[in-house]
């Protein structure tokens, strides 16, 4: 029978785990599937943990998100086709929920789908090599201690790419008498109450870490970017300013001249696509972009077609994104979908990255993800859902955002997959200092 190693219970491989319960369910034969999982539990990033740095075992940490961390776009934009929020909550939810109800969310179709029976937790894939035509897996169960080898025909690589910092250095931060750390072992925005901070980046990290600290009470916020500021109408209290040149004890000193002391810098720069587990000749190597190359229809790595990556561009649309890849690749693996000429991927991979490397503002962004991810929902039979109706959103969601970043949250959206129109939540987001799920399913 034909074996299938995914790593990784994130988002993408809970997604590609209710693939193929979705063919099996449909009566199709299914391969026999490990999802090697390296937490103790499921749902990836939004699994929140308090640690940072290693675990217990001495494992690195992937969790990035932190305690008060609110849906950054509307909730209705990632919505799974087969498993709406109607469904899933028996109630009409507002469109920018905190982590712990989307990681509900998500947790609720995997559950439906009883797919947990698949998953190795507490094992990492530590070693994958493809020899005598199938891919050799070494994991490690870290309870206890123990290597394993397994021979997989398919290879299904879900693991994020953003929880390995990117951490540039600056000059003066040997000396620097605060607390410098990168966005990913951000937890808290309550530490930093009363302080002056830093934040570098000028993409969703720093605007959400900044505004995260502003709203919990930092006495001040400078971001410094790098290239494109950020732009928007920041509150009393918040600036942007150009580019960190150096540290001088407590003195941050700008490229633009600018100088403010600062009690901590927060590193939004960024993550790496880290694949340490994997040989050279299956390791994708790329930044964060929209179309990484390499990977036909963003998915099948060009070089050795049982190879699959899920959820490795830069991310406007997420979860239903990731289920048209996950059905995509199921579909490869099944033999649904034939590949086609190594000269016609080529040609698709290189018409893909020509549109990508043109685009020149969000709007085009969304414009080619949607397309994107049009083009993959066309090739499998993931059931029906709005993609134009998400467009919409996105753009509206970016002109929220422009008038005003401390407001957007507050605005509703109506479902692609059931047409519910969200209810406004019962306390604007600025003033929402409770991220518990039970106090946002009340309805007043
Ligand atoms: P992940 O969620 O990272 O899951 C990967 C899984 O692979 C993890 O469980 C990890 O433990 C496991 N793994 C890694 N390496 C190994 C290994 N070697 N062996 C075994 N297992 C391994 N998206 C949104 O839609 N809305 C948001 O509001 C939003 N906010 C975000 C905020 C932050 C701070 C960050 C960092 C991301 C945010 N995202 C958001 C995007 C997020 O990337 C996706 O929502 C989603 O989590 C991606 O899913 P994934 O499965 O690709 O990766
Ligand atoms: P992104 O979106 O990859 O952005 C990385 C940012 O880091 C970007 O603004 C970069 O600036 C900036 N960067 C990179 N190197 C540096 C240095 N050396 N100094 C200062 N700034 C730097 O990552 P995010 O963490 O913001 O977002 C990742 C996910 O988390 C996202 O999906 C969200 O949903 C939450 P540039 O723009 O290139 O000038």
């Known amino acids: 029978m034909t074996k299938v190693a995914i790593i990784?219970?994130?988002?993408?491989?809970?997604?590609?785990?209710?693939?193929?319960?979705?063919?099996?369910?449909?009566?199709?034969?299914?391969p026999e599937i490990v999802c090697f999982e390296?937490?103790?539990?499921?749902?990836?990033?939004?699994?929140?943990?308090?640690?940072?740095?290693?675990?217990?075992?001495?494992?690195?940490?992937?969790?990035?998100?932190?305690?008060?961390?609110?849906?950054?776009?509307?909730?209705?934009?990632?919505?799974?086709?087969?498993?709406?929020?109607?469904?899933?909550?028996?109630?009409?939810?507002?469109?920018?929920?905190?982590?712990?109800?989307?990681?509900?969310?998500?947790?609720g179709r995997a559950k439906k789908a009883n797919v947990k029976k698949y998953i190795k937790f507490n094992t990492v894939v530590s070693n994958a090599v493809f020899t005598r035509n199938k891919f050799e897996i070494t994991s490690v169960n870290k309870k206890?201690?123990?290597?394993?080898?397994?021979?997989?025909?398919y290879l299904v690589v879900a693991t994020g790419h953003f929880s390995v910092p990117y951490i540039p250095y600056y000059e003066g931060m040997n000396s620097f008498p605060g607390r410098i750390l990168h966005g990913h072992d951000f937890r808290d925005a309550e530490e930093f109450r009363d302080k002056d901070i830093v934040v570098l980046g000028s993409s969703y990290s720093a605007e959400d870490i900044a505004l995260q600290c502003?709203?919990?009470?930092?006495?001040?916020?400078?971001?410094?970017?790098?290239?494109?500021?950020?732009?928007?109408?920041w509150p009393k209290g918040m600036k942007e300013v150009h580019y960190l040149d150096r540290l001088d004890g407590k003195k941050a000193i700008f490229k633009d001249g600018h100088e403010q002391n600062t009690d901590a810098i927060i590193l939004c720069s960024g993550y790496l696509h880290h694949f340490p587990y994997l040989e050279d000749a299956l390791k994708l190597k790329t930044g964060n972009r929209l179309y990484p190359p390499q990977l036909y229809k963003g998915v099948v790595w060009q070089d050795n077609h049982k190879m699959m990556y899920l959820g490795m561009q830069d991310q406007f649309h997420t979860f239903n994104m990731f289920d048209c890849q996950a059905w995509f690749a199921r579909d490869v693996i099944m033999g649904k979908i034939k590949m086609p000429s190594d000269q016609d991927i080529e040609k698709d991979i290189n018409k893909w990255v020509l549109e990508e490397e043109a685009l020149e503002?969000?709007?085009?962004?969304?414009?080619?993800?949607?397309?994107?991810?049009?083009?993959?929902?066309?090739?499998?039979?993931?059931?029906?859902?709005?993609?134009?109706?998400?467009?919409?959103?996105?753009?509206?969601w970016e002109h929220h955002k422009e008038e005003d970043i401390m407001t957007y949250r507050n605005n509703s959206f109506s479902s692609a997959v059931t047409g519910t129109v969200a209810p406004i939540h019962h306390t604007p987001w600025a003033e929402a200092m409770d991220d518990s799920m039970k106090t946002f399913m009340k309805s007043k």
């Open 214 to 233: 502003y709203k919990y009470g930092a006495k001040s916020v400078t971001i410094g970017y790098r290239n494109n500021p950020m732009g928007f109408k």
């Open 361 to 396: 503002d969000p709007i085009q962004m969304i414009d080619f993800q949607t397309e994107y991810t049009k083009d993959l929902h066309l090739a499998s039979d993931y059931p029906e859902i709005d993609f134009e109706l998400i467009r919409k959103h996105f753009k509206d």
């Open 144 to 153: 206890e201690n123990k290597t394993t080898k397994e021979d997989f025909d």
């Open 38 to 107: 390296k937490q103790e539990d499921w749902g990836g990033l939004w699994n929140y943990s308090w640690r940072t740095g290693s675990d217990e075992f001495g494992d690195t940490v992937p969790n990035s998100m932190y305690r008060y961390l609110w849906s950054n776009g509307p909730k209705e934009c990632l919505e799974f086709a087969d498993y709406s929020f109607d469904e899933h909550f028996k109630q009409p939810i507002p469109s920018f929920p905190p982590r712990e109800v989307l990681y509900d969310y998500i947790l």
């Open 8 to 30: 990784g219970s994130g988002p993408c491989g809970l997604s590609i785990l209710r693939a193929f319960q979705h063919a099996e369910e449909k009566g199709n034969e299914i």
